[in-house]
């Protein structure tokens, strides 16, 4: 059973960073083309950022320039730096395939607030 666990959230004034962990059990990380996700309270779950087995990146507008994906295959880890925060980028995070095929992980709370 392959698990995805998300850390690194937490409270965060506008302006700061925070950087996000995701955790994956098993042998087909370093296979797949890996992705952040975010969800507030009534909406749907937004794909932020995609990296590839490659090392090949792609961000949403809304996070382009501030946020950078990593990712380290023989740790099995997944990160998310996350500088410039504003108070819109307050959601929860979470990791999983780009496609979305694996089990969600419980997630990471992120709140930008002064």
């Known amino acids: 059973q392959v698990q995805l666990v998300e850390s690194g959230g937490g409270l965060v004034q506008p302006g700061g960073s925070l950087r996000l962990s995701c955790a994956a059990s098993g042998n087909f990380f370093r296979a797949y083309t890996m992705g952040w996700f975010r969800q507030t309270p009534g909406n749907q779950r937004e794909r932020v950022a995609v990296i590839t087995n490659g090392g090949s990146t792609n961000y949403a507008d809304s996070v382009k320039g501030r946020f950078t994906i990593s990712r380290d295959n023989a740790k099995n880890t997944m990160y998310l730096q996350m500088n410039s925060l504003r108070p819109e980028d307050t959601a929860v995070y979470y990791c999983?395939?780009?496609?979305?095929?694996?089990?969600w992980g419980q997630g990471t709370q992120v709140t930008v607030s002064s």
């Open positions: 999983n395939e780009a496609g979305t095929r694996l089990d």
